[in-house]
Structures are given as structure tokens and as C-alpha cells.
């Protein structure tokens, strides 16, 4: 049961447009999720993060939007770079006694195109 | 540079055979997490240490186990190793919060690629 789900495997957008990447979660116990941007042969990097208490987190070119009712969340880029062009990870965490485990989706990998 | 480091960045060996891979932390860092990364699969969790100690466990295999030293680096060590183990493994690590459940970023080393054949 896959409890982190990112449905588009990838997205093509032109340079300076707004990317809008999505990620779902079914846990409700959920309560902190990130984004990270993997190139290839390299590690994941972290992005940008959100608490379950906040419904928007915004980290200059990059804003990070939870609606916790629809359990959705949604990762904006403006304007987008073509060095943005990378895979796309999102992950989420639960308050419990389990220490801060991620749960990443499987990815989208964003191209921008010039 | 995330700061964390991982060794070696490629492993080459055969079925049925052992290896370990290594991993230190950012400075600072308590927690360290191993997970793993097959082209079917996505990133997998397979264990968390913090502070020398095992604090979670995800899907790790028997065959698989993992240490933190008191320097706070970690070894993942794989055993009896099958065609299916080859994947990225990464090292991640957090500050943590003593004695509490990790919040905070996780960040990632570059990995150990592991290719048995």
C-alpha cells in the first residue's frame, strides 16, 4: 500500500512558466512533509518543508501548499529554470515513537524546456 | 555537498557474497537513516539510529543489519547477498531533537551504488 502517491511520472513545462508538481498522502497521521530534487548519480536534496499546522510554506522561487482535508499537497515553482529539470520527490513524516522515517512518493521528473 | 558522506560510491560483487557500506553525518548530526533505492521500488527506509542506538526499522531484510558508532558514523551491512539487492543505498542525517522523534530535514549523502551479479 503505497501511502505517499505522486501520479504524474513527469511533467514538461517551458522556462519561466510555473511548474505545479502534486503529491498524495493517505495517513493521516502525516503531519510533516518535504520536498526533494534528485539529479541523476546524485543524492536527494532537501527543498522545502511544511508542518501540518501550516497550509502554505513559500522559500523564494519555490511554495509548498497542504490541504489537509483533501490530503493533497503541491509543490510550485516560479519561474521555472531549466535547471530545475531533475526528478522530484515528495515525502512525508508521522509524529510517533518510530524516530523521523520518511515515506517518499515515486517521483515526477520535471523538464523545462528553454 | 550535503555534508554526509558515504563509502564506496560503487560496489561491484556476487551473489552470496557480503559487503558493508559506510556513512558519516553531517556535523551535528545525531540520526542517521539508511534507505534504499531500486528502479521498482522508489526510496525505501530501512532503518534509523540515533545516537548509537536503533530508533526505527522499516523493511529491511534479515540479511541486512546496521550499526552506529560512538563517533556517529554507520555501517549497513548486506549478507547473502541476492541478484534483487542490487539498488542505490543513501545515508541520510538529521539533527533530531534529543530524545524525540526526528522532525527535521533529512539530508541525503550521494549514495553507494551496489550492483551483484
Known amino acids: 500500500d503505497q501511502q505517499v502517491k505522486q501520479n504524474s511520472p513527469s511533467l514538461s513545462v517551458q522556462e519561466g512558466r510555473i511548474s505545479i508538481l502534486n503529491c498524495d498522502y493517505t495517513n493521516s497521521m502525516f503531519d510533516y512533509f518535504l520536498w526533494y530534487k534528485k539529479y541523476p548519480a546524485e543524492g536527494p536534496t532537501f527543498l522545502i518543508s511544511i508542518s501540518s499546522i501550516k497550509d502554505k510554506n513559500e522559500d523564494g522561487r519555490f511554495t509548498v501548499f497542504l490541504n489537509k482535508s483533501a490530503k493533497h499537497l503541491s509543490l510550485h515553482i516560479v519561474p521555472s529554470q531549466p535547471g530545475d529539470s531533475a526528478v522530484y520527490f515528495c515525502?512525508?513524516?508521522?509524529?510517533?515513537?518510530?524516530?523521523?522515517?520518511?515515506?517518499f512518493g515515486q517521483g515526477t521528473e520535471l523538464s523545462v524546456k528553454p | 555537498d550535503s555534508g554526509v558522506t558515504q563509502t564506496p560510491k560503487h560496489l561491484i560483487t556476487a551473489t552470496g557474497q557480503r559487503v558493508t557500506l559506510r556513512c558519516s553525518p553531517r556535523s551535528g548530526d545525531l540520526s542517521v537513516y539508511w534507505y534504499q533505492q531500486s528502479l521498482d521500488q522508489g526510496l525505501q527506509f530501512l532503518i534509523q539510529y540515533y545516537n548509537g542506538e536503533e530508533r526505527a526499522k522499516g523493511n529491511i531484510l534479515e540479511r541486512f543489519s546496521a550499526q552506529q558508532f560512538p563517533d556517529l558514523h554507520s555501517e549497513l551491512n548486506l549478507s547473502s547477498l541476492e541478484l534483487g539487492d542490487s539498488a542505490l543505498y543513501f545515508c541520510a542525517s538529521s539533527v533530531d531533537p534529543a530524545g524525540g522523534p526526528g522532525y527535521n530535514e533529512q539530508f541525503f549523502g550521494p549514495g553507494t551504488r551496489l550492483t551483484v551479479l
Open positions: 515525502a512525508a513524516s508521522a509524529r510517533d515513537n518510530q524516530g523521523g522515517k520518511l515515506i
